[in-house]
């Protein structure tokens, strides 16, 4: 419906205005910032580590990556996990640190290292269900809000993560595909080597961990982004500026098959808020048309400030 988008100049957000962080402390802001990210490190690693003892290993749920692999080597030969993981970890750790240099290396040495020993510190806690489904959701969810924590504080736990970035590297690979395709092969190699339905319930904790992560990442779309494309603009912008209390902003649009410009508003709200816009552009505007969709995360004055 509409042909091209540009920005025009007005865009306001009426909030409370919020005082400017005090640049004067930015080597102990720095400071902060690093022991908040290896906190996260750290539990995300325990929350990935006692996921994999009480859900996973138990039923022999390899859903991928070096974990999986760690699993099908305890299933063939009974060698403990946590140093299946150190015995790959560590390799490709040097072999990252070698072609991708210190800055990458630095995001992923602590997760290397720390992850297969706390793998092995909670190797003795006892599975609490010998349901494979319950252990492959529940599994899945554990080790994808600890993937989710480490990821928030800047962190990596190495792994096939490492392996598939040198593929992305030197062969161009898409860096989503290479990790698809190292977590296929995990799996595929469960299917065979402990049962097909293990495969299968790899899958679903495979999928579980992927939500969980974009859950831990960007949280419930708890606001709406609402595009208005109106004859009455001007009234619009006052209702929602007024009685909304909200900022918006102005777009020129062009109709595909008219060719006539329009006005489009771009207005960003609460999920609470959402039917009160709704009445209002109605009562203004019964022919405006109106697209509300969730969006993940907002930042700025008025949403949460990064």
């Known amino acids: 419906m509409i042909e091209k988008q540009q920005t025009r100049s007005r865009s306001e957000t009426f909030s409370p205005q919020r005082k400017k962080p005090n640049k004067g402390n930015g080597s102990r802001g720095r400071y902060s910032e690093a022991t908040i990210n290896i906190a996260l490190l750290l539990v995300g690693s325990l929350l990935i580590a006692a996921s994999f003892n009480l859900f996973l290993v138990p039923l022999g749920i390899a859903s991928g990556g070096v974990s999986g692999i760690s699993i ?15 015995a790959i970890n560590v390799p490709l ?26 793998v092995l510190l909670t190797s ?16 899945g969810i554990g080790v994808g809000a600890g993937l989710g924590l480490v990821f928030r504080g800047r962190g990596s736990t190495g792994g096939l993560d490492l392996a598939a970035q040198l593929l992305h590297r030197y062969t161009g690979m898409r860096l ?14 469960a299917g065979i080597l402990i049962a097909p339905e293990n495969a ?49 902003t102005r777009l020129d649009g062009r109709g595909g098959f008219t060719g006539d410009e329009r006005s489009v508003l771009m207005v960003v709200v609460g999920r609470g808020e959402v039917s009160k816009l709704k009445q209002l552009v109605k009562a203004v505007d019964p022919k405006a048309f109106v697209i509300i ?3 993940a995360e907002v930042l700025g004055e008025g949403f949460n400030l990064p």
């Open 124 to 139: 003795h806690w006892p599975a609490p269900t010998d349901n494979a489904l319950l252990a492959a959701i529940y599994g």
């Open 293 to 295: 969709s969730d969006t």
């Open 72 to 86: 099908l080597v305890q299933r063939a030969t009974g060698f403990p996990p946590a140093f299946t993981q150190w």
């Open 200 to 248: 299968l319930y790899a899958l679903i904790g495979l999928y579980a961990t992927s939500k969980t992560i974009d859950f831990v990442q960007t949280g419930i779309a708890i606001s709406k982004v609402a595009f208005i494309i109106t004859d009455c603009p001007e009234a619009i912008i006052q209702v929602v500026l007024h009685d909304l209390d909200r900022g918006l």
């Open 176 to 189: 989503g595909l290479a990790v698809a395709c190292f977590d296929g092969f995990v799996i595929a190699a």
């Open 93 to 118: 750790f040097l072999l990252g640190l070698w072609l991708l240099g210190g800055r990458f290396a630095m995001k992923t040495a602590l997760g290397s290292f720390v992850l297969p020993l706390l």
